[in-house]
C-alpha cells in the first residue's frame, strides 16, 4: 500500500510539471517580466535594445533612445523595417503630462494617376517594383520627435548604427531566415545584391553583417539634418534611380514632405483608457473591437474558451468591415472616427453577433457624415515612447537606390484601385496603413505603452494583450506569451471582400475540444505556426515607481532596463 501511495504521488508531481513547468506564472509563460526603476527598453532585437539603455544612461531621454534604438534595428533587422519606410509613434510626456501623436507616413508620388493604372490593366498595386513606392517618412519622423522633445544630439543619437554599419554585427537566427527567403523575390532588383548579399548569399545565423553603404548615408543625416534626406543628394539619388526603373516617385515629392502630429484617440475598456492613433492607420480597430466586447463577461468565458474565440472572432470582423469601407487619409474623406469609436455604434454593432453561429459575411456600419518593428523605450524622468515603424511585405519594394544601403517601402500597395472608395489611389496622398503603436492610462497618469507588430494582426494583438491583463489577469510577459488568435479573410482596404466568414487561424496551446467547438459554430479553423505578430510593452507602476518590461518569445527581441 505504501507503495501504491507513493507512485500515486509521484504521478501527481510528474502530472503537476507537465502542466505547470514554472515556479511562478502560467504555464505559457516563457520567462518572468524585467523590473527596474531607471529606465526601460523592449525592442525586437537585443543589440537595439543595449544602444537604447546606453542612450539613456548617456543622459539622453526616452525620445533620443527610442531614435536611437529604431536607427540600429534599420540595420540589423532590414526584414522589417528601415529609413525606405514609414514610422508612427505615441509619445507621453512627462513635464506636460500629456499624449503626443505622431503620423510620419510619406504621399503617393504627384505625377501617377489612378488613369495610369486603368490604361495599363492593373487591377491592383504590385507588391515590388517602383509603383508602390511611396515617400519614406521614417527620418523626418526621427527629427520631429526630436525637434520637439530630444535632448541629446543627433549625431551621438546616430552613432551608435553607424558604429554598427561599419563595423558589423552578428545576424540573428529569425532575421536570418527571413533575409534568406527575401533573395529569391529581390536579388534582381538593381542594388539589392550588392547590399544585401556581398558574399554572393544573405547572411547566415552569426555571420557578421556590414552595411557601409548604409554608414555613410546614416552620417550624411547625423550632419545634414533631415534635409540631407529629403532635399539632398540622398533625395536626389532616390528620384533618379526610381525614374531609371520606370516609377513616379520624384525629388519634388521628397522635397516636399511633411510629418504630422496628429490628437490620439482613446475609449475606456474596465476603467483604462486604451489611447491609437486616428486613420490613416489601423488603429481604431482595436478600440471597436474593445467596445463590442466591454458589455460581454470575458473574465468568466475563461481564457482560450470556444466562447471567447468565438465573441473576439464576430467582434474583429465587424470592426474590420468598417477598417475596409472607412479608413483612409483624413486629408481625403470626412472619416466619421468620433461615431466609429463611440460606445453607442458599438451597441449597435454588437446586436448583429449570434453566440452560436459565425457570419458569413458582415455589412460595413451605415455612418453620419460619411512585417514591421515595434519598440517602446522609457526614462526616469517618466517620459514613454511607443514607436513603431516598417518598410512593408518584410524588406519593402525591393527598390535599393544607389549606395544608399537601404530599401523603399512598398506601402502604395495598400491603395485600392477601385473609383469612389475612400482609399483609391489619388496623387500626393497617403495610404491607408497597417503599423500602430499603443498607449494606455489610468486616471490621466501613464500605465502602459505597447505594440504587436504583423499587418492586420496588429489591432486583433492590441486587442488580445489588454483582454489578457484586464479580463484574465495576466502579467505583462504572460500577455505576450499567450497562444493568440488570427483572423484572417476579412475585406480589405484595397476593395476586395470577405469569402465565407474568412479563417480563424490558432497558435499551439488550444484544445481539440476548442476547436472542435468552434467548427460546430460554423469557423473555418486552422493551427498555424507563424503570422502572430511580435510584441513590446513597458508598464509604470506608480506604486513600486517602477518599470515592467516584456519582450515577444517569437522574436529575437529583448526587454532590459537599469
Known sequence: MRYIILFSALMIIHNTAISQNRLTGLPFATRSEVIARNGMAATSQPLATQVALDILKAGGNAIDAAVAANAVLGLVEPTGNGIGGDLFAIIWDAPSQKLYGLNASGRSPQSLTLKYFSDHGYTRIPSRGPLPVSVPGCVDGWFEMHKRFGKLSMQKILQPAIDYAETGFPVTELIAYYMEKSVPILKEFPGFAETFMPNGHAPKKGEIFKNPRL????????????????????????????????????????????????????????????????????GIAA???????????????????????HTFVEAKKLAFEDRSKYYADPAFNQIPVE????????????KLIDPNRAALTYEPGNLEDGDTIYLTVADKDGNMVSLIQSNYRGMGSGMTPGDLGFILQDRGELFSLEEGHFNVFEPDKRPFHTIIPAFVTKDGKPFMSF???????????????????????????????????????????????????????????????????????????????????GYQAILWDSEQGVYYGASESRKDGQAAGY
Do not use: C
Request: charged share 20%; hydrophobic share 35%.
Open 451 to 533: 505594440g504587436v507588430m504583423g499587418g492586420a494582426m496588429q489591432p486583433q494583438g492590441h486587442v488580445q494583450i489588454l483582454v489578457n491583463i484586464m479580463d484574465f489577469g495576466m502579467n505583462l510577459q504572460e500577455a505576450g506569451d499567450a497562444p493568440r488568435i488570427r483572423h484572417t479573410g476579412s475585406s480589405q482596404p484595397t476593395g476586395e471582400s470577405m469569402i465565407d466568414g474568412g479563417i480563424v487561424n490558432l497558435e499551439s496551446g488550444f484544445s481539440s475540444d476548442v476547436i472542435e467547438a468552434l467548427q460546430q459554430k460554423g469557423h473555418k479553423v486552422q493551427v498555424t505556426k507563424g503570422g502572430f505578430g
Open 339 to 350: 461615431h466609429l469609436i463611440s460606445k453607442d455604434y458599438a451597441d449597435e454593432r454588437r
Open 215 to 282: 554608414a555613410k548615408t546614416l552620417k550624411k543625416i547625423a550632419r545634414g539634418g533631415r534635409d540631407a534626406f529629403y532635399k539632398g543628394e540622398i533625395a536626389q539619388t532616390i528620384a533618379e534611380y526610381i525614374l531609371e526603373q520606370g516609377g513616379f516617385l520624384t525629388y519634388e515629392d521628397l522635397a516636399s514632405h511633411t510629418s504630422e502630429w496628429v490628437e490620439p484617440v482613446s475609449t475606456n475598456y474596465r476603467g483604462y483608457d486604451v489611447w491609437e492613433l486616428p486613420p490613416n492607420g489601423q
Open 287 to 309: 478600440l471597436q473591437i474593445l467596445n463590442i466586447l466591454e458589455e460581454y463577461d470575458i473574465k468568466s468565458m475563461g481564457f482560450g474558451s470556444a466562447e471567447y474565440i
